[in-house]
Nanobody
Framework: QVQLVESGGGLVQPGGSLRLSCAAS????????VGWFRQAPGEEREFVGA?????????HYADSVKGRFTISRDNAANAWYLQMNRLNPEDTARYYC??????????????????WGQGTQVSVSS
């Protein structure tokens, strides 16, 4: 049984940083594309970033986070991370980690991912 568990969310001031973690069990992270999505209140869930396994471990980021957020993976820990810097109030959302085997055309879409965590809340406010 696959389980993804996020951690690391919290309240941070604008300009601050957070690092989210996603610990996986029941799958091997090196065999999947791993990603992050987020959902703000009243909004649809949106793509944040992904590390796509196929095509040689390529990184994909939403324009809104490019240059501020970074995905990394720890094969030994069977986990991946989202380092978030220069956070602003618009980054406030529940963040979800996901794993799957999306083809390139759907790497930014929820439908490309099979497994999901339950989410961790990130709030950016002064």
């Amino acid at each position: 049984q696959v389980q993804l568990v996020e951690s690391g969310g919290g309240l941070v001031q604008p300009g601050g940083s957070l690092r989210l973690s996603c610990a996986a069990s029941g799958l091997t992270v090196t065999q999947y594309t791993v990603g992050w999505f987020r959902q703000a209140p009243g909004e649809e869930r949106e793509f944040v970033g992904a590390l796509r396994r196929l095509g040689g471990n390529t990184y994909h980021y939403a324009d809104s986070v490019k240059g501020r957020f970074t995905i990394s993976r720890d094969n030994a820990a069977n986990a991946w991370y989202l380092q978030m810097n220069r956070l602003n109030p618009e980054d406030t959302a529940r963040y979800y980690c996901a794993a799957g085997q999306p083809i390139l055309s759907v790497v930014r879409q929820e439908t490309g991912y099979t497994y999901w965590g339950q989410g961790t809340q990130v709030s950016v406010s002064s």
